[in-house]
C-alpha cells in the first residue's frame, strides 16, 4: 500500500508543472500587477506582486503581457 502511495505521489508531481494557469487566470494576475496600465510590469510592479508573478519573471526590471502570459501558462 505504501509503495502504491509514493508511486502515486510521483506520477502527480511529475505530471503536473510547477504552477501554470489557463489564460483567464494568467490575465487577471497580469492586470492585477500591471498598476498603471501600460501593458507592461516594471521592477516595482513586478515587486509589489510577487504572489501574482511566475517565478521565471519575478527578477526582471520590465516584462511584457506576452512573456507574462508565457511564463504564467508554462508554470515557469
Not at 6 to 19: E, G, K, T, W
Not at 29 to 42: H, I, T
Amino acid at each position: 500500500m505504501l509503495r502504491a502511495n509514493v508511486c502515486l505521489a510521483l506520477v502527480l508531481i511529475v505530471a503536473s508543472p510547477a504552477y501554470a494557469a489557463d489564460q483567464a487566470t494568467c490575465a487577471d494576475q497580469f492586470k492585477a500587477a500591471d498598476l498603471n496600465n501600460d501593458g507592461m510590469l516594471s521592477s516595482s510592479e513586478i515587486g509589489n506582486a510577487k504572489d501574482k508573478v511566475p517565478a521565471a519573471i519575478a527578477g526582471k526590471d520590465r516584462v511584457n503581457r506576452t512573456d507574462f502570459m508565457a511564463a504564467c501558462t508554462n508554470g515557469i
